[in-house]
């Protein structure tokens, strides 16, 4: 999962397997989560976002899970391809306060072929 | 396709110099932000502005302010340009939830 601190977690999969980034986030306030692909030298992407009154939202081939319980959000990759290998990162938005959002540190997934 | 753009990919300056890193995005987007994104540190808030004229400071603004004049554009700018803040610059506009971001601007202050 992701963390604060000098070292970037990793992930490394099989092209084909299916992948699981998890995140742990802070504020127990958060009510809108999304989670952003960047890939070397660029900006991030948004891949796929979740509200708080749901626990699960499927796009193309990924899922996201929300666990309000534990504050815990997950990205899973399904049939991880080459082009998949990039830094993922999660966010919160608090629903009280400012309109931001707080970052995770990243994962970094490294694709096998 | 919403788009947020950056002016440079890559910049590198001196020590002491003034420094514009300027964003444009064309959805009409009220909210803008700066960060700065570095190794094992992950996306940290610098300025942000929700409104023309408007700026608030966000996590690390020390060494750094901004200007929004219009709408559609929010720039950085580095007052004296010191090797602690070589970075990368990402710029990200908004309307009310999620954020779209800029390709992102790698400076290197020697």
């Known amino acids: 999962g992701e963390s604060v601190g000098l070292h970037l977690p990793t992930l490394s999969v099989q092209e084909g397997d299916n992948s699981i980034i998890n995140c742990a986030y802070s504020?127990?306030?958060?009510?809108?989560f999304i989670w952003y692909k960047q890939e070397s030298g660029k900006g991030p992407q948004f891949i796929i976002d979740?509200?708080?009154?749901?626990d699960k939202r499927q796009g193309q081939r990924v899922t996201v899970l929300l666990n309000k319980t534990v504050k815990h959000l997950s990205l899973q990759i399904a049939a991880t391809q080459p082009g998949d290998s990039a830094v993922y990162f999660c966010?919160?938005?608090?629903?009280?306060?400012?309109?931001?959002?707080?970052f995770g540190t990243g994962t970094r997934l490294t694709v096998i072929p | 396709d919403v788009k947020v753009t950056q002016s440079s990919r890559y910049l590198v300056k001196r020590t002491g110099e003034k420094v514009f890193l300027e964003c444009v995005q064309d959805?009409?987007?009220?909210?803008m932000f700066w960060y700065r994104q570095d190794p094992g540190l992950g996306l940290r808030l610098i300025y942000f502005?929700?409104?023309?004229?408007?700026?608030e400071k966000g996590d690390i603004p020390e060494g750094y302010s901004v200007s929004r004049e219009k709408k559609e554009r929010f720039s950085l700018i580095l007052e004296s340009a010191s090797t602690n803040q070589t970075s990368m610059y990402l710029c990200?506009?908004?309307?009310?939830?999620?954020?779209?971001f800029g390709s992102g601007t790698r400076l290197t202050v020697v």
């Open positions: 966010a919160e938005k608090p629903s009280t306060g400012a309109n931001n959002l707080f």
């Open positions: 504020n127990s306030a958060s009510d809108y």
């Open positions: 959805m009409d987007h009220e909210n």
């Open positions: 502005s929700y409104d023309v004229k408007m700026k």
């Open positions: 979740i509200r708080s009154n749901m």
């Open positions: 990200a506009s908004s309307l009310n939830r999620g954020y779209t």
